[in-house]
């Protein structure tokens, strides 16, 4: 594979980490390292099986949509278990009693547990805590919802 | 008067139990349990706070369609003294604030030494004791 090409490879990553940006890349590091990753197979691919300058950027281009499709999908899945387990938890969980989420793709995990209930301006609120297991490390955060007349729980403040 | 009190609170506080449990589709709410689960600070009793926010729960998961009230058939099954109440209130349903304050009256019935404390002997005795 000509150093040019690999040279044009790298410079063309460097516009998709620059287009992804810092704060992606903060906010959903798994959509970022996915479109990094997607950019430099497909530009390698593309290179390694002759192409030219154009068939590579398409390639980079490509493969990082691809590769960041993929890491945010996964993401959302995590996002979907734990709103879902939210949902539970604050409906029809007693104070104290954690209700549980997992998701088996990417070994992530976690809980909501209700820890006080109360009634403002005639609405239901339940403050809560919620724990997770994100690459190995623990996370833990507290949030106040109050129940919306259809059934839903809107987070407060 | 106060006997009357006593008489509402204990039916109510009794049934407290049997009614949260059905709320919340469990079999395993004793008084032992239910005084557990709502000790923060396992002092092995419910100081008022603690007693507030178990009964605030409890009126949570008895108000089945989450009005914000507890209308008659949601108290059918947990007093017939507390229905009672609701129908001299001329009305056919209850707020959370005149539940809680019915349940306090229990508290302060139920807590014979009058430490600010109600223990797992203390809630039987009161309810066996109104039975």
């Known amino acids: ?157 | 008067m106060r006997i009357a009190y006593g008489c509402l609170a204990a039916s109510a506080l009794g049934l407290l139990l049997t009614g949260l449990a059905a709320a919340q589709t469990r079999s395993d709410l004793d008084t032992k349990t239910w005084v557990k689960e709502h000790d923060k600070n396992a002092d092995g009793a419910l100081d008022r706070e603690e007693f507030f926010q178990a009964v605030v729960e409890a009126f949570y998961f008895r108000d089945k369609y989450k009005t914000g009230y507890l209308a008659i058939e949601e108290l059918k099954e947990a007093s017939p003294e507390m229905l009672s109440a609701v129908k001299r209130k001329d009305r056919d349903k209850l707020s959370l604030q005149e539940y809680v304050n019915a349940m306090f009256r229990d508290f302060e019935a139920a807590d014979t030494d009058k430490d600010g404390l109600l223990t797992v002997e203390e809630i039987d005795v009161y309810i066996r004791t109104v039975k």
């Not at chain 1, 549980?100 to 006080?116: E, F, I, K, L, Q």
């Not at chain 1, 996370?139 to 259809?150: K, L, V, Y």
């Open chain 1, 1 to 157: 594979m000509p150093r040019s090409w690999l040279h044009l490879t790298a410079v063309l990553m460097l516009v998709v980490l620059a287009a992804t940006g810092c704060a992606t890349m903060q906010d959903n590091p798994k959509a970022s390292i996915g479109a990094l990753g997607g950019a430099a197979f497909g530009g390698l691919i593309a290179a390694a099986a002759g192409g030219g300058g154009v068939a590579i950027a398409g390639a980079v281009i490509g493969g990082a949509l691809l590769g960041g499709f993929a890491g945010n999908a996964l993401d959302q899945r995590d996002k979907r278990l734990a709103a879902e387990a939210q949902q539970r938890a604050l409906e029809s969980a007693p104070t104290g009693k954690p209700v549980a989420w997992t998701n088996p793709d990417t070994g992530h995990s976690g809980s909501v547990t209700p820890v006080r209930t109360f009634q403002s301006q005639g609405m239901y609120c339940r403050e809560f805590q919620t724990d997770a297991i994100i690459d190995g490390k623990p996370d833990r955060a507290h949030g106040t919802a109050c129940r919306q007349p259809d059934g839903s729980w809107r987070m407060q403040g």
